[in-house]
C-alpha cells in the first residue's frame, strides 16, 4: 500500500519534470528567465514585487500569478502596467496547494514572452509541496517572513534547500517580536550551506535595491545562455 | 484525464472520511473531544498552546503534533509536562502537507487518551489542504496571523469554512502595520457568516483567557454526548 503510494508520486514528479523541460525549451528559445517565487502564505511575495516589477531598469518583468482562487494580486501588479496572467489552481477541491509544470504550460499562450527578459511565476503560499515540483524555472526564490519566526528552515528543510536566494521579508518589525534573524540566518544556512540571504522589508523599502541587483543580473543574461542561476549569484 | 484525477481524489477523500469515523469512534469510547488546529506556518499554534495546554482548570489537554520533519513544537510542549505526542509527515518528498485520518490513527495506540479530556492536534502549517482532510475531530480552529495580511479569508476561503473558531493571532504587532482587523474580522465573517472570532496574542497573553474558556467548555462536554460543537460555542 505504502509502497503503490510511493511509485504513484514518483511517476507524477516524472511527469512533471518532463513537462517543465519543456516549459524551460519554451522560455529559453523566447530568450526569457524565469523565476519560481515561493513562500508561506501572507510573507509578502506579491508586496515584494510591487518594488522592484515595474523599475528594475533595463530589465522587463512579467508575472505569472498563481492563487487557489481569486486574482487580487493579478490585480494589485496590473495596476503598475506589467504583464500580469492570473493562473487558479484547480478549485473543485479547495484548490491545489501548489503550482506544477502542466498549470504553467497551459498558461504560455497567454504570456507575451517576447515582450519580457523576465518572468517571475508568484506560487501559491506553501512551505511544502511547492518544492517538490519544478514548473521550468532558472532559479527559485524563497521569502520567509521574520514574523514566523526562527525555526522555519528546520520545520520545511526542502523548501530552503530548493532556492538559490532567501528573501527574509519585513525586517521592520523585528524590534517588535521575540525573534532573532542571526539565528534565523544560521537556520538558513544550516539547511542549505551557502545560500544567499537578504533582509528586505516591503514596508519601508530596506534591501529592496539589493534584491533589484540580483533580479537585474538574473534577467540581464539570456535564457539559455548555458549557465545555471547558481553560478551568477 | 482530468475526470480520472477528480475521481481518484474523491476515492481518496471518500476513504479519509472512513477512517476519521473510525478515530472518532475511538475518541468518543474514550471520552475525549478533539480539536484539529490549523493555520499557516508560523501563525503562532504552538505559542498559543503553550499558554492553555497546561493551564486550563478542569480539562486534562494532550496534543498530537503534526510536523513534516523534527520535533522542536513537540519538545516546547513537552516541557509543560503533558501528554504530547509526534506525528511526523512521510519524509520522502519532502513530507506531506497536511495530517490525514490514517496518520492519526497510526498514533492512537501511542495516545494516553483514558488520562484526557481534550486533544488538540496540531497540524501541519498550510493553508490549502489541511481543510480536505478530517481526522476525528469534534471542532475545528483557525489561526490567521494578522502579520499574514487581511485578504487570506478571500485566498483559501476553504479553511476558514472548514472550522467553529477563527482566533486572529498577533493582535500585539497591529499598531506597527499597514493591516486592519476589522477588514480582516469582515473578510472572515464574508467566506463564513457568524464563524465567532477572538483576537489574541499570544506574546502579550491579549485574548489567551477567552480562548481558554472556549477550550474549557469544549473538553468539560464528554465526547459522543450528542450535540455538535457548533451548538455549544
Redesign the interface.
Given at each position: 500500500m505504502h509502497r503503490t503510494k510511493?511509485r504513484v508520486?514518483e511517476e507524477a514528479?516524472d511527469a512533471n519534470n518532463t513537462i517543465a523541460q519543456a516549459n524551460r525549451a519554451d522560455f529559453d528559445r523566447a530568450g526569457v528567465r524565469v523565476v519560481n517565487f515561493m513562500s508561506?502564505?501572507?510573507a509578502g511575495k506579491t508586496s515584494l514585487l510591487e518594488h522592484v516589477a515595474a523599475d528594475t531598469p533595463g530589465v522587463r518583468i512579467g508575472v505569472l500569478e498563481g492563487?487557489?482562487?481569486?486574482s487580487?494580486d493579478a490585480d494589485r501588479l496590473a495596476a503598475l502596467h506589467i504583464p500580469v496572467t492570473q493562473l487558479n489552481t484547480d478549485p473543485?477541491?479547495?484548490?491545489?496547494?501548489h503550482l506544477d509544470a502542466n498549470m504553467v504550460r497551459s498558461a504560455l499562450p497567454e504570456l507575451p514572452l517576447e515582450e519580457l527578459d523576465l518572468l517571475v511565476i508568484e506560487n501559491?503560499?506553501?512551505?511544502?509541496?511547492p518544492?517538490?515540483f519544478k514548473v521550468g524555472e532558472d532559479a527559485r526564490i524563497m521569502v520567509s517572513?521574520i514574523?514566523?519566526?526562527e525555526?522555519?528552515p528546520?520545520?520545511?528543510?526542502?523548501?530552503f534547500r530548493a532556492c538559490e536566494l532567501v528573501l527574509i521579508n519585513?525586517i521592520?518589525?523585528l524590534p517588535?517580536?521575540?525573534v532573532s534573524v542571526e539565528r534565523l540566518e544560521a537556520n538558513v544556512q544550516a539547511v542549505h550551506p551557502g545560500v544567499p540571504t537578504m533582509r528586505v522589508s516591503a514596508?519601508t523599502g530596506e534591501g529592496i535595491d539589493e534584491w533589484r541587483g540580483w533580479l537585474a543580473r538574473m534577467g540581464a543574461v539570456p535564457s539559455g545562455a548555458g549557465a545555471g542561476a547558481e553560478a551568477r549569484v
Open positions: 510511493v508520486v514528479l508561506a502564505p501572507g492563487d487557489v482562487q481569486g487580487m473543485s477541491f479547495g484548490g491545489e496547494c501559491v503560499g506553501n512551505l511544502v509541496c518544492a517538490e517572513a514574523t514566523e519566526g525555526e522555519k528546520l520545520k520545511y528543510p526542502l523548501m519585513k521592520d518589525l517588535h517580536l521575540d514596508r
